[in-house]
């Protein structure tokens, strides 16, 4: 694992478990409010290009702006592209980004097999297949963030750098209960009428959500060897008072794959690219065009 040097003295970046945990405790108080917030989704960003694209016998949702080296956007669990409007703003200016409501989320349809982070990785590949770009960074969030692991361990030519944030690399590196949180709750409460709003099957969240739920208990389980593999430059990202992800998880995934460095936000949580996306985009940003 590596320091992440940055000047934003905000960012708590540490070689340790000890430094880290000292690090929070001295968080600044005026930022310990922003993890209890669930902020409303942005707007959609405003993108040259929006479409579907044929892939895996459903229709993906995709969308292009900018210019400049390809980076490549996934959201969360239940989300979809709309959460990571700010995002897509931070990045066209150098950047040609690349936005994609997964399988089944947003606007994108889905099919009667099994939810799983291998799938949706494939999803992935054939959309950069019809897009001609041969290889992207990858900002993801949450399941975003383990898809862009899944891409780094299966498809290690066709991603550069990825940033993980709210990431887990196997179950027990959640926190049990994680979904009863209030913030997490009101976020999938808030998730059923986006789903209503966006989806071709407006009627269909609990499903679906059953769907999501039955794969987040099971899946992913890479082991320390898969993790090894990887070449890609990681960045695992997190939130001081992320809902969902142990805070030793993340120290163990920076430890485990090659290279990686970790970056603790302090005063935000699972949900830190809405709550204060300053920071998380200043983060991103250094991280990709350092």
């Known amino acids: 694992m590596k320091l992440f040097k940055s000047p934003l003295k905000p960012l708590l970046a540490m070689t340790g478990a000890m430094g880290i945990a000292a690090a929070l405790h001295a968080a600044p108080a005026s930022a310990a409010e922003l993890w209890q917030t669930l902020p409303p989704t942005p707007a959609p960003a405003k993108f040259d290009r929006t479409g579907f694209a044929n892939v895996n016998g459903i229709?993906?949702?995709?969308?292009?702006?900018?210019?400049g080296s390809p980076v490549?956007?996934?959201?969360?669990?239940?989300?979809?592209?709309?959460?990571?409007?700010?995002?897509?703003?931070?990045?066209?200016?150098?950047?040609?980004?690349?936005?994609?409501?997964?399988?089944?989320?947003?606007r994108s349809t889905r099919d009667d097999r099994p939810y799983g982070y291998d799938?949706?990785?494939d999803d992935v590949v054939a959309l950069l297949d019809q897009l001609h770009i041969k290889k992207a960074d990858v900002v993801g969030w949450s399941d975003g963030a383990i898809q862009g692991i899944d891409l780094a361990i299966r498809y290690p030519d066709r991603v550069g750098k990825i940033v993980a944030f709210g990431v887990n690399t196997n179950t027990d590196g959640l926190k049990p209960d994680f979904d009863k949180n209030p913030v997490f709750a009101a976020y999938i409460k808030r998730a059923a009428g986006e789903y209503a709003q966006l989806s071709s099957t407006p009627k269909e969240y609990d499903a679906f959500?059953?769907?999501?739920?039955?794969?987040?208990?099971?899946?992913?389980?890479?082991?320390?060897?898969?993790?090894?593999t990887i070449?890609?430059?990681v960045l695992i990202l997190d939130g001081e008072h992320d809902e969902?992800?142990?805070?030793?998880h993340n120290i163990y995934m920076a430890h485990t794959i090659p290279g990686a460095q970790l970056m603790i936000l302090p005063g935000v949580s699972h949900f830190a690219f809405i709550q204060d996306p300053k920071m998380f985009n200043y983060a991103i940003t250094h991280f990709l065009d350092n």
């Open 209 to 228: 959500l059953a769907q999501i739920g039955k794969m987040w208990d099971s899946q992913p389980n890479w082991t320390d060897a898969q993790l090894k």
């Open 119 to 121: 799938l949706m990785a």
């Open 59 to 67: 229709r993906l949702y995709n969308a292009e702006v900018g210019k």
């Open 231 to 233: 070449k890609s430059k």
């Open 244 to 248: 969902g992800i142990k805070l030793e």
């Open 72 to 106: 490549l956007l996934l959201h969360g669990g239940l989300a979809n592209s709309n959460y990571l409007a700010k995002q897509v703003d931070a990045l066209k200016a150098h950047h040609l980004v690349i936005a994609v409501d997964t399988r089944g989320h947003g």
